[in-house]
C-alpha cells in the first residue's frame, strides 16, 4: 500500500471541488459530464450537498424535507459512489440551521423566538435554536443516517452556528437553560453594558464548542475516527465573532478547517488569503490544510488562491462550482 494510502484523507487531500446542488439538479444532473469535470480539474475530493434544510437523498425522517423534485432518487448517493470510484474522498455537506413550516408546526418549541415571541425567520424558513432539540436530537440522527448509507469521509455544514449575536432567543431551551446555568434572565438587548448580556456572550461562545464535539463525537462513533464533522468557517475574525465562533478552540478540535469566502470586498484582494492563511496556521498548526471554498456563480468572479503554508502540504482549494456556469464545452 502506498504512503499516501496510509495518509488520512484530510492530510493528502488538498484539491477540492464543491458541487452546489438545488432542488431541480435531481432531474437534470448529467453524472456523465460532472465525472470528466473531476478528471479534468484534477480535484482529490468533493464536497456535495446531502441534508439540513433539504435532503438530496430518501430520508427515513419525514421532517427531514426531500429536494423537489428527488421523489424516490438518491442523488447524494449517486454522486458519492461516482466520486469514490474516481478514488476522490467525499465530504457530506450539511445546511442545518433552518427548517420549513410542517418543521416547525410539529416542532415549534425547537425554534428560535424574538422578545415578542415570533419565530425568527430566513426567507420562508423558520430558524432552529441551537440550544434546542434540534441540534441535540434530530441533527445527530442525520448524521448518523448519512453514515450507516452513504459512509463519508466526513461532513462539512455552511450554516451550523445558528443566531448571530445581535438575535437574543427568547425560546424556552434558551431562557432555562440561561437561568439554570447563570442563575439569571437572558438579556433584555443586545447591550454590552449588561452585565447579563456578556454572560449570554460567553454561554453562546461555549454552546458551539459543545455542538462541535456532539457532532465530531456523533461522526466518529458512527463512522470510525477518521469520519470529520469540520463545519464550515470564516477567515474574517469578525464575521467568526458575530457568531459566536471560537477560532482558537475550534482549531484545538480540529485536524482541517474549511474556508467559506463567498464574496470579495472592494478593500481587499489577494493578501487577505496570505493573512488568512498565517492567522489559521498560527492556530491549528503548519502541518495541516485549510481548504477554502471560492466564490464562482451568479455575479461572483471566477478566482483560484491558497492560504499561505510554509508547510509541504500547502492549502489548495476548493472551487466553487455551478451548473449554471459550465457546459459540456466548457464554461459559459
Given amino acids: 500500500m502506498s504512503e499516501d494510502a496510509n495518509t ?5 487531500t488538498h484539491r477540492w471541488g464543491q458541487t452546489n446542488l438545488t432542488e431541480v439538479d435531481p432531474s437534470q444532473y448529467d453524472s456523465g459530464w ?4 473531476w478528471r479534468r480539474t484534477r480535484v482529490q475530493g468533493v464536497v456535495v450537498n446531502a441534508g439540513g434544510i433539504v435532503a438530496y437523498y430518501p430520508s427515513k425522517y419525514h421532517l427531514h424535507r426531500r429536494a423537489e423534485l ?15 470510484e474516481e478514488g476522490l474522498a467525499v465530504l457530506a455537506r450539511m445546511d442545518s440551521n433552518r427548517a420549513d413550516s410542517q418543521f416547525y408546526q410539529e416542532h415549534p418549541d425547537w425554534f428560535s423566538k424574538d422578545a415578542e415571541g415570533n419565530p425568527y425567520m430566513a426567507g420562508p424558513f423558520y430558524v432552529s435554536c441551537i440550544h434546542g432539540p434540534y441540534y441535540d436530537q434530530f441533527l445527530p440522527d442525520i448524521l448518523r443516517e448519512i453514515i450507516d448509507r452513504y459512509s463519508p469521509n466526513g461532513f462539512a455544514d455552511n450554516s451550523w452556528s445558528g443566531l448571530t449575536r445581535d438575535q437574543i432567543c427568547y425560546c424556552d431551551n434558551c431562557a432555562g437553560s440561561f437561568r439554570n446555568g447563570y442563575s439569571q434572565d437572558l438579556p433584555k438587548a443586545v447591550n454590552w453594558d449588561d452585565p447579563a448580556y456578556r454572560e449570554w456572550i460567553k454561554w453562546n461562545y461555549q454552546r458551539r464548542l459543545d455542538v462541535w464535539d456532539l457532532n465530531n463525537r456523533v461522526a466518529k462513533e458512527s463512522g470510525g475516527p477518521n469520519c470529520l464533522w469540520i463545519g464550515m468557517n470564516s477567515g474574517s475574525l469578525l464575521q467568526q465573532s458575530q457568531r459566536f465562533r471560537d477560532y482558537k478552540g475550534i482549531c484545538e478540535r480540529s485536524e482541517m478547517i474549511l474556508l467559506d469566502s463567498q464574496t470579495r470586498l472592494s478593500p481587499s484582494g489577494f493578501q487577505s488569503n496570505g493573512d ?18 471560492m466564490a ?12 499561505a503554508s510554509r508547510s509541504r502540504r500547502p492549502a489548495c482549494g476548493p472551487w466553487r462550482v455551478s451548473r449554471a456556469q459550465y457546459s459540456p464545452g466548457g464554461i459559459t
Fill in 8 to 12: 488520512p484523507w484530510y492530510r493528502r
Fill in 34 to 37: 460532472w465525472r470528466e469535470h
Fill in 70 to 84: 428527488l421523489e424516490e432518487r438518491g442523488l447524494y448517493g449517486e454522486i458519492s459512489s461516482l466520486a469514490r
Fill in 276 to 293: 488568512i492563511g498565517k492567522l489559521i496556521h498560527g492556530l491549528i498548526g503548519w502541518d495541516r490544510l485549510i481548504p477554502e471554498s
Fill in 296 to 307: 464562482m456563480y451568479q455575479s461572483r468572479e471566477p478566482t483560484f488562491r491558497s492560504p
